[in-house]
Nanobody, 119 residues
Framework: QVQLVESGGGLVQPGGSLRLSCVAS????????MGWYRQAAGKQRELVAT??????NYADSVKGRFTISRDNAKNTVYLQMNSLRPEDTAVYYC??????????????WGRGTQVTVSS
């Protein structure tokens, strides 16, 4: 069974930092794109950042504040979030395109981790 598990969310004051992690587990052969998305209350899910090999892409709203990175040996993607703002409050979801040893391909989503930015 393959799954993504996020961690690192929580409550932080404006201007603070958090680091999210997402680990893919299972009989994985390789992982193509990995990314982070978020969904605020009453809003649609939106892209935050993606990473394909060493190529990164960010939403305009987080450029210069957030950094996405990955550790291929650990099947893990990270999101370092600095200078957090109240408008960053949302549930953050991890997404990954995973090729299994069996040859099957999955577009996976984690269950999400809550990030709340408030004083």
């Amino acid at each position: 069974q393959v799954q993504l598990v996020e961690s690192g969310g929580g409550l932080v004051q404006p201007g603070g930092s958090l680091r999210l992690s997402c680990v893919a587990s299972g009989s994985i052969f390789s992982i193509n794109a990995m990314g982070w998305y978020r969904q605020a209350a009453g809003k649609q899910r939106e892209l935050v950042a993606t990473i394909i090999r060493d190529n990164t892409n960010y939403a305009d709203s987080v450029k210069g504040r957030f950094t996405i990175s990955r550790d291929n040996a650990k099947n893990t993607v990270y999101l370092q979030m600095n200078s957090l703002r109240p408008e960053d409050t949302a549930v953050y979801y991890c997404n990954a395109g995973v090729l299994m040893v069996s040859g099957r391909y999955y577009d996976l989503w984690g269950r999400g981790t809550q990030v709340t930015v408030s004083s």
